[in-house]
């Protein structure tokens, strides 16, 4: 446990949920400017361990460690404050609020500390603002949709937009939940293209995913969990012909 160059550091890490194993034993090291993907079959503990990442869920036993700051204990709040981001499974949006004032929130947050969201008059005069939303909205390709209310997008719009308020923060890692689920072909490769941009920028990215062609196309390393086991750890090729993933996909 000497690698130079990771971020973060999962140690060990324990999460039950009412006798069920969630995680079990779990390490895993992230390296700066890598794209690492966690795979696995559905009910693997993916998402579960994704939460632990951010503190929403309280590992039972173990640590996470960014950058040198133990994770563990601390408020998803205080952990976004670190640099970390997270886009959902489920995109949180602000339903109420438009496109372009969803993707100032978490700018304006970052800047102000805690920001007391007023609809009213939070969003005028905030020009420097404004401008980097409306070209990250341009990049995940909402520009078309940049005045209409968050309630009124498709599934799959509501994650780009959810992807924008993560980019918004220039985290310096930044954890998503299956960003393709719920979008149509066009759409998941038009993220992946998004996502390769960010990667050139050298942002850190901790990938969940379930589609394969995503996977392939973007991870540098990959981590398959399984019952909550991590079951094998390597390069995209090493994972293609591992027969431990096989088997764990069989039955899917
Ligand atoms: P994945 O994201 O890989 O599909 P999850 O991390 O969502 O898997 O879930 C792992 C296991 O933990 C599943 O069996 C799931 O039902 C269970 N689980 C997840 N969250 C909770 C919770 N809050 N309470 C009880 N069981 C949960
Ligand atoms: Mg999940």
Redesign the pocket.
């Known amino acids: 446990s000497d690698i130079p160059d990771r971020v973060l550091h999962i140690d060990d890490v324990h999460k039950s949920f009412a006798g069920l194993h969630a995680l079990s034993n779990v390490d895993l090291d992230v390296r700066q400017g890598e794209t690492h993907a966690i795979i696995g079959p559905n009910g693997a503990g ?2 579960t361990l994704l939460n632990v990442c951010v503190g929403r869920i309280e590992p039972d036993r173990g640590a996470v460690v960014f950058d040198g700051d133990a994770l563990t204990g601390k408020s998803p709040h205080e952990i976004n404050q670190l640099g970390v981001a997270r886009v959902f ?1 489920t995109p949180e949006v602000f339903l109420d609020l438009s496109v372009l004032e969803n993707v100032m929130v978490p700018a304006l947050s970052r800047r102000d500390g805690h920001f007391k969201l007023n609809p009213f008059t939070a969003f005028s005069g905030e020009t420097e603002i404004r401008d980097e939303a409306e070209a990250v909205i341009a990049d995940v390709g909402l520009k078309n949709r940049i005045h209409m209310t968050a309630s009124s997008l498709s599934r799959g719009d509501k994650r780009r937009l959810e992807l924008a308020m993560g980019l918004i923060q220039h985290p310096k890692l930044l954890l998503l ?2 960003p393709t689920a719920g979008m149509a072909r066009h759409d998941t490769n038009a993220t992946i293209d998004l996502l390769r941009k960010i990667k050139e920028r050298g942002m850190t990215k901790v990938i ?1 995913e379930h589609d394969m062609h995503v996977v392939f196309s973007l991870a540098d390393r990959i981590s398959v969990l399984a019952g909550g086991r991590i079951i094998a750890q390597g390069s995209p090729e090493e994972i293609k012909n591992n027969p431990k993933v096989k088997e764990a996909y069989l039955g899917e």
């Open positions: 993916k998402s499974q939940d299956e969940i």
